[in-house]
């Protein structure tokens, strides 16, 4: 979150309020949050979202396929016993990104159901209290990794990614109403509308770990 206004965050001070986080890639899909009492706050070089009522939502986005790949910088300050999300689809039976009694966890589904499990990825880790590198990338199987180590993938055949839907920030929207709310700290958020090659993949984790000092 060092660049949520598009010029290096010159228009605002630690502790504003966010309305906007610009897209940076050009695209026009700032997430936004109109309702000054469900935007979240910026606390140096993160957001931060209070765990009740905070989130952001995109403007329709298009994906050329059922691919993509999921980047976030984070840190998890108060775990909930359930789900807490850091990204999910405004539409039920796709994907979540986020975690799941303080651990990691996503999952994945066709469109029609959930397949898999819907609790912490294994090994289950613990992403409370310091920030970590989260990724998922999607091409047809759920392939999760945690501060650069991959985790084991769900092989079902998957169909996730409806042509054009809403995305939320720091909670899931499935019925129209948000709930299960991040509460903590999101850095940076990658998505790219695409399965990335293991090349691609090992530089935008080199770039994150290197930008956000999270090299062991």
């Given amino acids: 979150a060092s660049n949520i206004d598009a010029a290096s965050n010159a228009t605002l001070s630690d502790g504003d309020a966010i309305s906007e986080w610009k897209d940076l890639s050009g695209a026009g899909n700032n997430a936004t949050q109109a309702s000054a009492a469900n935007q979240p ?5 993160a957001i ?4 009740s009522n905070d989130y952001f939502q995109t403007p329709l986005m298009s994906y050329d396929s059922n691919e993509q790949s999921i980047y976030a910088v984070v840190e998890l300050e108060v775990a909930g016993t359930g789900w807490q999300y850091i990204l999910a689809p405004q539409l039920d ?3 979540g990104f986020g975690a799941f009694a303080g651990k990691f966890a996503t999952f994945y589904g066709n469109g029609t159901t959930w397949e898999g499990d819907f609790y912490a990825n294994s090994p289950e880790t613990s992403i409370i209290g310091s920030t970590h590198l989260l990724a998922g990338i999607q091409d047809g199987k759920d392939k999760p990794f945690i501060n650069g180590y991959s985790q084991p993938s769900i092989d079902d055949a998957m169909d996730i990614i409806n042509p054009n839907q809403i995305t939320t920030i720091g909670a899931m929207q499935y019925s ?3 709930s299960q709310f991040w509460d903590g700290q999101i850095s ?5 509308n695409k399965d ?7 530089k935008v984790q080199y770039y994150l770990s290197k930008k956000w000092g999270l090299e062991s």
């Fill in 188 to 192: 940076e958020i990658l998505l790219f």
């Fill in 41 to 45: 706050v910026l606390t140096g070089q």
């Fill in 176 to 178: 129209g109403v948000p």
């Fill in 93 to 95: 039976t796709q994907y």
């Fill in 48 to 51: 931060v979202f209070d765990g």
């Fill in 196 to 202: 990335l090659s293991e090349q691609e993949h090992i």
